[in-house]
């Protein structure tokens, strides 16, 4: 997902920057500013993309880095389930664009996201509402939602 918004915008570190600190949070760093920035420069990073896949890349990167920062599951709302989802429905659309629109190939990723998703992440996903109906990124995002059932290959994660 990188690659797609590095060749259009090859000086351009913001959304490697919110990858690199999304990985870090992951991996038991701390919820703190630095995510915060990183999310919003990549958002504004998204601005200046030249192409839609760079922009939906874009985006891929700044939902990763401001998933840290949703509300407990106590207040789990659906938007909250649309951003959670977001990094991977965007990167597989982004996928979309560079294919011409092939939306085989945004299946694919979502697919293999699916597989790479822990036990304790799929878990974590079925205590939130159902993603919002919908079309476009939406319809994407709820490809990766537990609650839709439209996915038995969800399956083998359970």
Avoid: C, N
Wanted: glycine share 8%.
């Amino acid at each position: 997902m990188l690659e797609i918004f590095e060749a259009d915008q090859p000086d351009d570190s913001r959304p490697r920057d919110a990858i690199g600190a999304a990985w870090a949070f992951a991996r038991g760093g701390e919820r703190g500013k630095h995510l915060r920035d990183t999310a919003s420069a990549a958002l504004k990073a998204a601005k200046s993309a030249h192409t839609a896949a760079a922009r939906e890349a874009a985006w891929a990167a700044m939902s990763a880095a401001g998933a840290a920062y949703l509300h407990p599951l106590a207040k789990a709302t659906q938007v909250q389930v649309k951003h959670i989802l977001g990094a991977s429905a965007y990167a597989a659309r982004a996928a979309e664009l560079v294919a011409d629109g092939d939306t085989s190939v945004g299946a694919e990723h979502l697919e293999q996201t699916m597989r790479h998703a822990t036990p304790v992440v799929v878990d974590v996903l079925k205590r939130f509402p159902a993603a919002p109906d919908g079309g476009g990124r939406r319809r994407t995002g709820r490809r990766v939602d537990p609650h839709t059932g439209r996915r038995p290959s969800l399956a083998h994660l359970t």
